[in-house]
């Protein structure tokens, strides 16, 4: 509601002149006639460049335009900041993966020394304030937008069959000579008709939108989105089970990561059901019933067994995104899609369709904010500043996972390196220790750590860990692997004692 | 010219071993390799290192009783009265705020909390004793003779030892290698400050609380512990002579001890203290001197429960008997002289740690500095230790960790026209929710203007400060450039990727604010 004040204010602002006038900021082109009410609806508007949905990748792609001087509009069927995919995300995230973090901490308070900290939780409250404070960074936003005189067109996108790449919004036409689809993703869903009822269970788009904490979850997945909500829910009290169709969770991360994170979903409780797939569900009164098959993938002979969990008041569906490119006309423009439905783009974020580039969610590729921000600002200083190398290196891109305890990590997976380099070259490091804060409380987690390295002069070319703080360890390990640090690199760096990060600097 | 120097020691010593067979023989004596004189962290990951290379080493370790009376065992200060029980401590302080912080995040703890310190320091002290054991264990593990006992020197070879009955023996070793490290200052000119009052030392050992607390001296002993006081609910005051964390990155010493007045720990800024009295309450009556100028000083008191010095350390070197043996000692610190080499005035001595002059008063340091020594003496290698750029975390409750110079020593070895400082306040989001005041954290890294801008120094202020500095610190080491730490990409949501993000110059005057992701 208040957005969308905000929305006509802003654009009468920047359209201070009469309001067949376009933006000051922008040349139109006027069609064959010159009749003033036909103008409105014939004309093209013009920017240098134009970029088409406002989430992270794409805000900043804008911002970083405008400030080298090309004029700009983001077009935006949803809340700025993009709730699919975007900063927002992981940002709701990230404040209810703390909310969760304090429940750990609850249980530790008596080892401590504390007497008569037992909590009860409140998920209003927290939905209220984690709500505020994404609307206020809404606002922030917009604001900066505003600053940098960047237009915002609301509403949905589509590609014309203009011979000149062109985009029509609610009946108004826009062109530019670059535009940019960052449009991200939303996540996958199951139909009814491959598992029945898979209607009656929610996405992580509306994990967010719960008013309670459910007493029983039941999450399918084992990808990094399943692992993070399994965790925040089992933290805030909800009974939960994680349905995974093979032997491990996060099997893409390196093995030790996949193994100890299932460890850890299991020692924390959670009720974990391997090499299990859901086969259907029904609503009852008690909640939903939910019916899994079971059955060893590696097992050739083996049967396949069905159970049943009962009296369900929350299932999610966590099994993978998809890219946000229906409705924009995409088959019509030359730009090729992968199988997926992802948008190809080459190093340079270039689609197959000159003057027409794509990053983020919608590309399928390293699906992190701070991935999609850098690419945006990468591509605006090659297309307006003439940097015609300006790209953004895929390798080495340090990635966290809100787990219980986070997992950190950056580069190949130590099979991954033996696979490049053979097993020869490749020497890893790895150590397991309970940290400091857990050698008092009767509640315990391992920190496992991992080095990968290679060659001659071991240059460390991954590094994944599991265990508390690690989210806040990677980022500085991430420049020095960047740079090329080798192991001696690290053997040679001080430690500071007493931390866990010690422990990748002393390893033996 | 160093590596050739180094390299002529080498030969000298590989000569030297070969002209004798290991460990000379005194009858019904010990002999040995290496005897390390101190059982602290560098001593003993001297001599582990050292009998992991073959060498035939003892270790000399006894702890002379505070002046109140506080004892403990093996493994040096920061095992038993430093790092690790006052880590344990700031985690229940930091549990204290987190506490606070839950309402926000929608968990209600009904009815008042209290906070019970014998529960706490039982856990930490049954800890350390765990830690004590593991290093007697260790020891032995390695072949490594331990001796409970007080050691000097009577020649260059000769240790004489005393234990606490009074017992004598004397040990002979090729190499002999002071590890003593230091221990909390008392002031000389303060009645009743030895009497009363408490240090570091006892803190931890403590059985019952210290209840309201004067800490004087705002080094970072003295800045911890009233911060781990104070976060878990008592009553903390520092009295600061002139400036807080000195030696450190001023502004950033700013933001740690402003960041504790605006959660409760009083600061008597500009303060001597006088005299310390025993009231028949028990309470501790504390005057002291307020210097607001020159010309105007005012008299002040207060009573509390316990006094902590915190007003520096002394060198442990007392009844060595080094200048006796030719052992130089610094005339201001009273520390003993080293070379790169961690060699005394005496070829066949050396002194790691906090007892030698000059050297940062770290445990990772005297670590790495007795491993190399001990990889030295054994032939095995002739790396030297590297003391630059060493990265260390003060445990605050707003910690600040950093590594490289501080601006002050930046502009005083460049001027201030050839540095650049980046700088950031910023907000971590585990703030936002708990609608905490987030004004102290902050981010500033020092660049060299010219060419590459190398990265010179690198601070943080904020959540984790340590596990978010040790990386950073491996950057620098591999010659960090700012357009290098700018293309990396940040970690999302996090306080270590404000490091990444930041561009606003000092120079420029903008507002440092970050806003948005």
Not at chain 1, 3 to 12: E, I, L, N, Y
Not at chain 1, 114 to 126: N, V
Not at chain 2, 162 to 185: C, F, H, S, Y
Not at chain 2, 247 to 276: I, K
Request: one cysteine or more.
């Amino acid at each position: 509601m208040g957005f969308m004040q905000q929305t006509a204010h802003h654009d009468s602002a920047l359209a201070f002149v009469p309001f067949f006038v376009p933006p000051i900021s922008s040349i139109t082109r006027l069609g064959p006639t010159s009749c003033l009410w036909r103008m409105a609806s014939d004309a093209v508007t013009r920017f240098d460049f134009l970029v088409i949905g406002g989430g992270s990748g794409g805000l900043a792609g804008a911002r970083r335009a405008a400030e080298l001087g090309a004029t700009c509009a983001v077009i935006e069927n949803n809340r700025l900041g993009g709730t699919c995919g975007g900063n927002v995300f992981h940002v709701f995230w990230k404040v209810m993966w703390n909310t969760s973090v304090h429940a750990e901490y609850l249980h530790d308070h008596a080892d401590y020394g504390f007497e008569g900290a037992q909590a009860h939780f409140s998920w209003q409250l927290i939905k209220n304030k984690r709500d505020a404070y994404v609307s206020h960074l809404n606002q922030i936003y917009r604001n900066n937008l505003d600053k940098a005189r960047i237009q915002t067109i609301q509403g949905n996108a589509r590609f014309t069959d203009d011979p000149e790449p062109t985009v029509e919004v609610s009946g108004k036409k826009y062109t530019a000579p670059h535009i940019l689809i960052a449009t991200g993703g939303h996540p996958s869903t199951v139909s009814d008709e491959d598992v029945p009822g898979a209607s009656l269970g929610i996405t992580s788009d509306g994990f967010f939108e719960l008013e309670s904490c459910p007493r029983h979850s039941v999450l399918v997945g084992a990808g990094y989105i399943a692992v993070e909500m399994a965790g925040i829910l089992s933290s805030l009290g909800s009974k939960t089970s994680l349905i995974i169709r093979h032997d491990g969770v996060l099997r893409n991360f390196d093995a030790l990561i996949s193994s100890n994170c299932t460890k850890e979903l299991e020692n924390s409780g959670i009720d974990l059901w391997r090499n299990t797939q859901v086969k259907s569900v029904q609503k009852t009164e008690q909640g939903l019933n939910i019916t899994l098959g079971t059955k060893d993938v590696k097992d050739k002979d083996a049967k396949e067994k069905t159970d049943r969990i009962q009296g369900v008041d929350c299932l999610l569906w966590a099994i993978g995104r998809e890219p946000n490119t229906a409705g924009l006309n995409l088959s019509q423009m030359g730009v090729k899609l992968d199988p997926k439905g992802c948008i190809v783009v080459d190093e340079f974020q270039n689609t197959t369709r000159q003057g027409i580039y794509a990053l983020g969610d919608v590309c399928g590729k390293a699906l992190l904010t701070p991935v999609a921000i850098a690419a945006g600002r990468k591509l605006a200083h090659r297309l307006f500043e003439g940097k015609a190398e300006s790209k953004l290196d895929y390798t080495n891109i340090p990635t966290v996972v809100f787990t219980h305890p986070p997992i950190g990590t950056i580069g190949l997976t130590e099979d991954e390196a033996i696979r490049s380099w053979g097993k020869t070259s490749v020497k890893a490091y790895t150590t397991s220790f309970t940290p400091m804060y857990y050698t008092i409380t009767s509640r315990k987690t391992k920190c496992v750590m991992k080095l990968v390295c290679v060659g001659k002069e071991e240059k460390v070319v991954g590094l994944h860990m599991q265990g508390p703080g690690c989210d806040e360890m990677l980022q500085g390990f991430a420049v020095a692997i960047k740079m090329g640090a080798t192991k001696a690199d690290f053997d040679n760096t001080i430690a500071i004692h007493p931390t866990s990060s010690e422990e990748l600097v002393t390893m033996r | 010219m160093a590596a050739f120097r180094r390299g002529c020691a080498r030969w000298q010593q590989v000569r030297f071993l070969g002209a004798r067979a290991p460990g000379r023989t005194f009858a019904g004596t010990h002999h040995y390799d290496l005897v390390v004189i101190g059982g602290g962290s560098g001593g003993l990951a001297c001599s582990r290192e050292a009998a992991q290379l073959g060498q035939k080493v003892a270790v000399l370790d006894h702890v002379q009783p505070s002046a109140r009376g506080t004892a403990w065992g093996l493994g040096g200060t920061c095992v038993n009265v430093g790092c690790i029980p006052k880590k344990l401590m700031h985690q229940a302080a930091l549990l204290g705020v987190a506490m606070d912080d839950a309402g926000k995040f929608g968990w209600s703890i009904p009815g008042p909390v209290s906070h019970d310190w014998s529960t706490l320091a039982q856990a930490v002290q049954n800890y350390v004793k765990s830690l004590n054991w593991g290093h007697r264990v260790q020891l032995q593990d390695r072949k490594v003779k331990y001796f409970n006992t007080r050691g000097s020197l009577l020649d260059r070879h000769t240790v004489r030892g005393l234990d606490a009955k009074g017992t004598e023996m004397t040990l002979t070793a090729r190499n002999i290698v002071i590890a003593t490290g230091g221990r909390p200052r008392y002031p000389t000119h303060v009645p009743g400050a030895r009497e009363f009052g408490i240090t570091s030392d006892d803190l931890f050992w403590l059985k019952e609380s210290p209840g309201k607390t004067l800490v004087v001296g705002a080094s970072y002993v003295g800045l911890e512990c009233a911060g781990l006081l104070a976060g878990i609910g008592l009553d903390a005051s520092v009295m600061v002579r002139s400036v807080a964390l000195r030696g450190f990155d001023q502004q950033m010493a700013q933001l740690v001890t402003g960041h504790m007045e605006a959660r409760g720990t009083r600061f008597h800024w500009g303060c001597v203290p006088t005299s310390v009295e025993k009231l028949p309450s028990g309470l501790l009556q504390v005057k002291w001197t307020e210097v607001r100028s020159d010309l105007e000083r005012v008299e002040r008191e207060d009573t509390f429960s316990s006094v902590l010095w915190a007003i520096g350390r002394v060198p442990e070197t007392t009844g060595l008997n080094l200048p006796q043996v030719g052992v130089q000692l610094h005339p201001d610190t009273g520390k003993i002289v080293v070379a790169t080499d961690e060699r005394t005035t005496v070829s066949n001595v050396y002194a790691i740690g906090d007892v030698a002059e000059g050297r940062p008063e770290l445990t990772p340091t005297a670590v790495k500095a007795g491993k190399l020594l001990a990889r030295r003496l054994a032939g095995q290698s002739n790396q030297l230790m590297d003391y630059h750029s060493v990265p260390t975390t003060v445990f605050t409750p707003l910690e600040y960790g950093c590594v490289g110079l501080s601006e002050e020593s930046a502009e005083s070895r460049y001027g201030k026209d050839n540095i650049e400082v980046y700088h950031a306040f910023y907000k971590p989001l585990e703030f936002t929710i708990a609608e905490r005041d987030a004004s102290h954290c902050y981010v500033k890294v020092v660049c060299d203007r010219a060419g590459v801008q190398r990265v010179l120094g690198l601070h943080f202020t904020g959540p984790s400060a340590g596990e978010v500095i040790q990386g950073f610190a491996v950057s620098v080491r591999c010659g960090l450039t700012y357009a290098q730490l700018r293309d990396t990409v940040g970690i999302h949501p996090t306080c270590a990727e404000e490091l990444t993000k930041i561009h606003i110059t000092k120079r420029s005057g903008l507002d440092a604010t970050v806003t948005g992701c």
